[in-house]
């Protein structure tokens, strides 16, 4: 029963007690005590009422997803479902993820480059963002950029700030698609100022209870390289155990033991004394479990029930301790031309919390700065310092910034990346979160900028306030502040579509719509070319070592069934291939790829290639974020809230 009812029982409990104390009454007394009665009763009543109403407006507000310390000892924030979820469900509404394209190069960061020494002037800067990221390929990204190795993924929001439990895995990473939001650099001068990388919710793969933590695999190296987390038990431990004590328990049930020898006696002194002298990661999984534990999860066949009763937090203690993440969903802005915006996803009264993030702080904002290359003496390209940056990476405009500090600081929370600038109708707006909560550590407030270059961790929270009443579905705004109102003003001004826009297609959109159209062959394409952006690439099924590896998993008797079946899997998108000739008929083509074996290049060529091995991919740099004049400003940290310890205003790398 929700506090509304429990009152409204109590109302009726205590109006029925002075009922029955009015029957004891002497009925003789005279009617002014009687009424005198009612009036008392008529008073309490309006008192109540009064407290219900109270009551009403500190009704806890529905929640599915909390942000609340891990029941992982040790691994900082974790996520929690308020309701139980069933394999296949899903959780969140996914966020965006923010490609950081050629960063270490445009940062001048050449470490791993020996032929540079004495070329260029190194710069080992501090990236707060080096243990949230996600290598950019397997989340769709390989396009954007040539280095393959550096291009990577802030990926903010409930899918990056799930822990990684290799006993509990419960939901699995989710792949962002790729959506412009209507914007085209033809007509927005917006186009380019948003990532197109756009979040779907999560996907649950285990049942979990209401307030049990989320879990996804990090991959077993994350904890086999990290050497002080000791013997944990990886995945295949977990799977070891189950066998192992599947096996110990049919032995010690076909052994017909004499009465006064138990199971749990075989366990408890041969089993466990092991397990103390051998420090085994498959041994470590039995954690401090009795025989009867151990037993059950035989049954049950997964060792995993007996992880989540650690991994569950009562819904009272995460309303208590932790933050509601799930008060925002997104879709098309109202604002036209701004892309996607952050919606209430239920009635929000004025002063709610909407949701609390971590922010991950760059001390200097320059390291973001994007540079033209140049050409060094032994042929090598370099970011061109002296021109100075041209553009910088467009995370910029997902953070918070004051024309008075070099601190930029990037919220990691849920949702909140979604949330566009309306000054007139600003409905949310941000404070700084309770000291020691989602992070925060108000004493940061009063360091210089530079003492963050030795924290990794998030250190600093905010919070996004309801400044009014919001209803359900309305869009929620920030007021950016002065410095962004000023710069989108002269960015629409001054901004001219750039050339060659007519024919811009990205190839997400081309691949949607002209996918059952013939692809031009070679010859065709001379004579109609397609827009410059797009290029073409075979199913990576069609190189033979490929193929084995899918086959060997889904025994696919047809290498194209595999594509029907999986479709093109973010992480392998193909090779680069030629259109050679087209068969109508059957509509059948042969293509040519290039290949180099032992720095040797050689030609083969493919027949009978159906239409849906062929796609379309972007050329490296031609989406709209890496447009020349693409919108780049950071959301103003409100003027009252910048520490006097962070008006530093002189860039450490002075670039900009
Ligand atoms: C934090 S993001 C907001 C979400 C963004 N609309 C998206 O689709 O990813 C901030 C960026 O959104 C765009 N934006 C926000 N408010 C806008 C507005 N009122 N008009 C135009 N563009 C806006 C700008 O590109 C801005 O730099």
């Known amino acids: 029963m929700n506090s509304i009812g429990k009152l409204q029982q109590r109302n009726t409990e205590q109006s029925r007690s002075m009922d029955e104390q009015s029957h004891d009454t002497d009925r003789r007394k005279s009617s002014f005590i009687w009424n005198s009665r009612h009036l008392m009763q008529l008073v309490a009543l309006i008192l109540l009422a009064s407290t219900a109403s109270t009551t009403t407006l500190a009704t806890r507000i529905d929640c599915d997803l909390y942000i609340a310390e891990s029941t992982i000892p040790n691994a900082g924030l974790g996520i929690y479902t308020a309701v139980a979820k069933s394999s296949g469900d899903n959780i969140g509404n996914g966020?965006?993820?923010?490609?950081?394209?050629d960063m270490l190069w445009h940062a001048g960061d050449y470490s791993d480059d020996e032929t540079l020494v004495g070329e260029v002037e190194y710069v080992h800067f501090f990236n707060p963002t080096q243990d949230y990221v996600w290598h950019g390929i397997g989340m769709g990204m390989d396009f954007e950029s040539e280095l393959q190795d550096d291009i990577t993924t802030f990926w903010p929001g409930v899918d990056a700030m799930i822990n990684c439990n290799l006993g509990l895995l419960n939901v699995i990473k989710s792949t962002p698609k790729y959506d412009e939001a209507g914007l085209h650099r033809n007509l927005h001068p917006g186009a380019g100022g948003?990532?197109?990388?756009?979040?779907?919710?999560?996907?649950?793969?285990?049942?979990?209870p209401a307030g049990g933590e989320l879990f996804k695999h990090y991959g077993d190296e994350w904890f086999s390289g990290r050497p002080h987390f000791g013997n944990i038990p990886l995945s295949a431990d977990y799977e070891a155990i189950l066998e192992l004590m599947t096996g110990l328990h049919k032995m010690i049930h076909s052994l017909g033991m004499p009465e006064h020898i138990s199971s749990s006696m075989i366990y408890d002194d041969l089993v466990l004394p092991i397990k103390k002298i051998w420090n085994s990661r498959t041994l470590n999984a039995l954690f401090d479990f009795d025989w009867s534990d151990v037993e059950a999860a035989v049954e049950a066949r997964d060792f995993g029930i007996l992880l989540q009763p650690n991994?569950?937090?009562?819904?009272?203690?995460?309303?208590?301790?932790?933050?509601?993440?799930?008060?925002i969903v997104h879709g098309p802005s109202t604002i036209e031309g701004a892309g996607h915006g952050a919606f209430a996803k239920r009635d929000l009264p004025k002063g709610t919390i909407i949701t609390g993030t971590p922010l991950i702080h760059f001390p200097d904002r320059s390291v973001l700065g994007m540079y033209e290359p140049r050409t060094t003496s032994t042929g090598r390209m370099v970011r061109d310092v002296e021109k100075g940056p041209y553009s910088e990476q467009v995370l910029v405009n997902y953070c918070f910034g004051h024309p008075d500090t070099t601190v930029l600081l990037c919220p990691y929370g849920a949702g909140v990346n979604y949330i566009n600038a309306n000054r007139t109708q600003a409905n949310v707006k941000v404070q700084w979160a309770q000291d020691g909560q989602t992070n925060h550590k108000s004493a940061w407030l009063l360091k210089d900028p530079q003492y963050m270059e030795f924290e990794y961790r998030t250190m600093l929270a905010i919070d996004y306030v309801a400044l009014r009443d919001i209803n359900e579905g309305e869009e929620l705004f920030l007021d950016y502040g002065d410095a962004w109102e000023q710069a989108w003003v002269e960015h629409v001004k001054a901004w001219k579509a750039v050339e060659g826009r007519e024919e811009y297609i990205s190839a997400t959109q081309f691949n949607a719509k002209y996918s059952d159209t013939p692809v031009?062959?070679?010859?065709?394409?001379?004579?109609n070319p397609y827009p410059k952006n797009l290029a073409i690439n075979c199913h990576p099924v069609l190189v033979e070592s490929v193929f084995l590896d899918y086959n060997h998993e889904g025994n696919y008797a047809d290498p194209y069934d595999f594509i029907d079946k999986a479709g093109w899997i973010p992480e392998k998108k193909g090779f680069p291939c030629d259109i050679v000739k087209r068969d109508s008929a059957t509509e059948t083509y042969e293509v040519?790829?290039?290949y180099t074996e032992n720095d040797e290049s050689y030609v083969k060529f493919h027949k009978d290639v159906p239409r849906k091995a062929i796609s379309f991919v972007d050329?490296?740099?031609?989406?709209?974020?890496?447009?020349p004049n693409a919108f780049r400003h950071p959301i103003g940290i409100p003027d009252e809230m910048l520490p006097d310890a962070w008006r530093n205003k002189v860039s450490q790398y002075n670039h900009l």
């Open 311 to 327: 991994a569950t937090r009562s819904l009272d203690w995460l309303d208590e301790h932790g933050k509601c993440i799930d008060h």
């Open 592 to 594: 040519s790829i290039n």
């Open 95 to 101: 966020d965006k993820a923010i490609p950081l394209v």
């Open 194 to 208: 948003i990532t197109p990388y756009d979040g779907v919710p999560t996907k649950v793969v285990r049942d979990i």
């Open 619 to 627: 050329h490296p740099y031609t989406t709209d974020m890496h447009l």
């Open 520 to 527: 031009r062959t070679l010859e065709e394409q001379n004579e």
